[in-house]
């Protein structure tokens, strides 16, 4: 499963900001890991430097990493 990583949906994203909290990308990564298949990632956007490593940390960790 390929996952397109677009972390401009955040909330504070001056792009697209569609409301997205950095909680919320750990749940995201935890919804994906309970359909049971190999994933990978590819990052697509996400403008908001001071908060996008942070909301990436999330994924992979909701991911299980």
């Keep these: 499963m390929a996952?397109?990583?677009?972390f401009d949906a955040y909330e504070n994203d001056p792009l697209a900001s569609l409301g997205l909290t950095t909680e919320a990308y750990r749940k995201i990564g935890e919804?994906?890991?309970r359909l049971e298949r190999p994933v990978f990632a590819v990052l697509e956007g996400g403008y908001d430097a001071a908060n996008l490593g942070r909301n990436?940390?999330?994924?992979?960790l909701g991911l299980g990493g």
């Design 3 to 6: 996952i397109s990583a677009g």
């Design 31 to 33: 919804r994906i890991v």
């Design 56 to 60: 990436i940390e999330q994924l992979i």
